[in-house]
């Protein structure tokens, strides 16, 4: 492997962090989004209103774990079977393709974020 810019990889776990937080946000607004209403959103994902709560806390659970570090590699893992449903819902239930408004490839790379996470341990840096 050749490396450009050497000096660059003393801020990995920097990289690492700001990934871990990207990913955060994004799994945390989703989160709220099924708690503010989860009758309504339940009817837009095909799903009981039940588990939509279920799903809401479990994302923004996983998204606080994962941007403070805390048992970040198995909130990263709860992350990614959140994303291996949505795929399947999305490939097998309603037919979408891969690239779109709503294709998977959106959820594809949430899914390589996190494994990323999971693989790396996240790095170093911590929030708390």
Known sequence: MHVVFPALLQFGDVGLLLLRLMVAVVFFASGVNHLKDP??????????????????????LGSIGVALGI????????????????????????????????????DLMLLVMNLTIVLTGGGKLVVL
Request: proline share 2%; hydrophobic share 55%; charged share 10%.
């Open 39 to 60: 009758v309504a959103r339940s009817q837009s994902i095909g799903a009981s209103p039940r588990f939509t709560v279920f799903l809401g806390a479990a994302e923004v």
């Open 71 to 106: 048992l970040t590699q198995l909130a990263a893992i709860g992350l990614i079977l959140i994303m291996l449903g949505a795929i399947q819902k999305k490939i097998f239930v309603w037919k979408t393709a891969f690239w779109g408004g709503h294709g998977w490839h959106y």
